[in-house]
């Protein structure tokens, strides 16, 4: 079973930056596409940044393009999200998730098609 642990959230002013990480421990990290979700306040988990398993694509919803940066370093079983240019609407508890299977590179932006979640951490953006 893995287990995923999420750190670096905060609170910054608007148009900072902040960088989240994920470490997993438990099962083989490799060859498992990984992602990045986040629940805004009063509001459903909504899907925010992707990778696939060889960490060659990345894959963001629209209203963080250009601003997050999504990677993964599989010798230290940790994935990252580069954050800049941080909005108040950017405010959210982010959580890092894991595909329910190996090599599985679709779908990366439905919550049912991921089986392991952190508990999250929180990002506050001041205005």
């Known amino acids: 079973q893995v287990q995923l642990v999420e750190s670096g959230g905060g609170l910054v002013q608007a148009g900072g930056s902040l960088r989240l990480s994920c470490t997993a421990s438990?099962?083989?990290?490799?060859?498992?596409?990984m992602a990045w979700f986040r629940q805004p306040p009063g509001k459903e988990r909504e899907f925010a940044a992707a990778i696939n398993w060889s960490g060659s694509n990345g894959y963001y919803t629209d209203s963080v393009k250009g601003r997050f940066t999504i990677s993964r370093d599989d010798a230290k079983n940790t994935v990252y999200l580069q954050m800049i240019s941080l909005k108040p609407e950017d405010t959210a508890i982010y959580y890092c998730?894991?595909?329910?299977?190996?090599?599985?590179?679709?779908?990366?932006?439905?919550?049912?098609?991921?089986?392991?979640w952190g508990r999250g951490t929180q990002v506050t953006v001041s205005s």
């Open positions: 438990g099962r083989t990290f490799n060859n498992y596409a």
């Open positions: 998730a894991q595909k329910i299977r190996q090599y599985y590179n679709s779908d990366y932006d439905l919550l049912k098609k991921y089986d392991t």
